[in-house]
């Protein structure tokens, strides 16, 4: 492996968790302005257009037409794939080289550097206005795996449940100021300042990821002889052969790979499905929003509580189980703005909950190992690869049937999955928070 030194900072615990909780603080603005609230509102407006009394949401790109959702959806499905490429590779030569911090600064740049790019987004040149997305989507979701591999590094067993809650938290938290002081400055000065709320998401991710660059612990190996790329495969066919035979985190990976179809899919189209199939105002999506990511903070902290009692596979059991009830709901029921409020309260419930716990839990089903890039490269390649078929899924039911509603069914399918496949997770072994 390389001898390894350690350059160790004059941080205490207690500071170098906080420096971690502070990226979840710093990125979580691109989920909320770009994925959930402004940007759809903004993406949706543009590409649609009314023609002697007709509206159109279809447009070119590449020579082909699509409707505008259906494009988004495969724009976001698309940098996913890269994400599952490049993932691996680079998680496995972190570990070699004790490189995480490195990578993780790297992705952070370039989805800050994509979310600037948006300022410039032009429905006339969709190909290169779709790219900036396009890169802001692959910082953002690549960072997250050498993010979430510090977890174990800095945090003990009984501590994780919690200080995962916490990043959540404070990333919802974080978030929601970034978001309510882009909408009172689009309120007071116009919407012409809709494209520098893009701006201020790459600025405020980049900005106070400092922090977490500063506090994290840097653990640099020697540069081993020979290809560092094979390196990193090798590290990532010894982590593939030791997860040979584990049962338990083999068929939480695979409920985990499942269930990322459906939930991330919810999250990314929640708000292209409120505008255009409930017909939300923009002061009524954004209103549904804030309600989603402040429920959220409560969500967070009570599945952590709720999995000291019954234990994480039982909690996640009965949170995949009211996922899937929510989606019957909104199929069903959503109908207007009164009943998308309440289907928003149910997720951000869920979402806080379920996320924090999702990652939690298989930081405990870890092994004893240094080399938890490498592991969390499987758990962020298996989410990654469920929302690129769930959102291929989504888009492709929408553009064969003209409705989005009709692919909530997809959905309510893959819960109905991930549900057999956590129920089959041995019961001696359920209760992870003591094994």
Known sequence: MGKQSDHPRAYTKKAVQKGWLMYDWANSAYFLVITTAIFPLFYTAITTTTVDGVISDAVSFMGKTFINTQLYSYIIAASFLIVIIAS?????????????????????????????????????????????????????????????????????REEQDLLSAKGYSWGFAGAVILLVMCLALIMGIGDQFTRWAFVGVGLWWAGWAQITFRRLPVRVKERPEGNIMMKGFHELRGVARELKGKTRIVRYLLSFFVMSMAIQTIMLMASSFGIKEVKLASDELIIAILLIQLIAIPGAFLFSWLSKQWGNVTVLLMATAMWAGVCLFAYFLVDGSAMFFVAAGIVGFMMGGTQSLNRSTYTKMLP????????????????????????????????????????????????AVAMILLASIPRAENNISVA
């Open 88 to 156: 691996p590779l680079l998680s496995g030569m972190a570990d070699y080289l004790g490189r995480k911090l490195l990578f993780l600064k790297c992705f952070c740049y370039v989805g800050a550097a994509g979310c600037i790019g948006l300022y410039w987004f032009d429905v006339e040149h969709l190909e290169w206005s779709m790219s900036a997305l396009f890169m802001a989507n692959i910082g953002a979701w690549g960072s997250l795996g050498f993010y979430n591999a510090f977890l174990p590094e800095i945090a003990e």
């Open 368 to 415: 004893e190992t240094e080399d938890t890039a490498s592991y969390f490269s499987f758990y962020e390649v298996l989410e990654k690869l469920g929302v690129v078929i769930g959102m291929f899924s989504w888009g492709y039911i929408e553009g064969l049937t003209g409705s989005m509603r009709s692919s909530i069914l997809a959905l309510i399918g893959f819960f």
